[in-house]
C-alpha cells in the first residue's frame, strides 16, 4: 500500500515561514509528480505547487516567489518552503502524489491525511 504522511505544519505569524515534508511509503518504484494542495474553509480544494521526477514546477499564482516546492525522487520526498506567509494561505495542506508506479499500482493517484498550516498574528 502506498502512504503519504506530511509534516511541518502549525501556527506561523504573517511573513513568517514555514517548511512542510511529506513522505511517500510503499513499494514504490516511481511518481511521476508530487506536490502540494489546500483547502481553506468554505473553499475547494487548490493546488498549491507541484513537481515532476525532472524537476519541472508547477505553481499558483498566488504563492509565486514565495514558496518553493522541491524533491527527493531516490527518498520519495517532497517538501514545500513557505514564506512570507499571509492569513490568506492558512488551510490544511494535503500532500499529492501523481502517477505512481509500484507493486499494487500503475498509475495511482495517493493522497496524505493534511496538515493544517495557520497564519495568524
Not at 70 to 76: G, T
Not at 89 to 93: N, S
Given at each position: 500500500q502506498v502512504q503519504l504522511v506530511e509534516s511541518g505544519g502549525g501556527l506561523v505569524q504573517p511573513g513568517g515561514s514555514l517548511r512542510l515534508s511529506c513522505a511517500a511509503s510503499g513499494s514504490i518504484f516511481s511518481i511521476n509528480t508530487m506536490g502540494w494542495y489546500?483547502?481553506?474553509p468554505g473553499l475547494?480544494?487548490?493546488l498549491v505547487a507541484r513537481?515532476?521526477?525532472g524537476g519541472t514546477t508547477d505553481y499558483t499564482d498566488s504563492v509565486k516567489g514565495r514558496f518553493t516546492v522541491?524533491?527527493?525522487?531516490?527518498?520519495?520526498t517532497v517538501t514545500l518552503e513557505m514564506n512570507?506567509?499571509?492569513p490568506e494561505?492558512?488551510?490544511?495542506?494535503y500532500c499529492n502524489a501523481a502517477g505512481v508506479r509500484g507493486l499494487g499500482t500503475y498509475g495511482g493517484n495517493y493522497w496524505g491525511k493534511g496538515t493544517l498550516v495557520t497564519v495568524s498574528a
Open positions: 489546500r483547502q481553506a475547494e480544494r487548490e513537481a515532476t521526477r522541491s524533491r527527493d525522487n531516490a527518498k520519495n512570507s506567509l499571509k494561505d492558512t488551510a490544511v495542506y
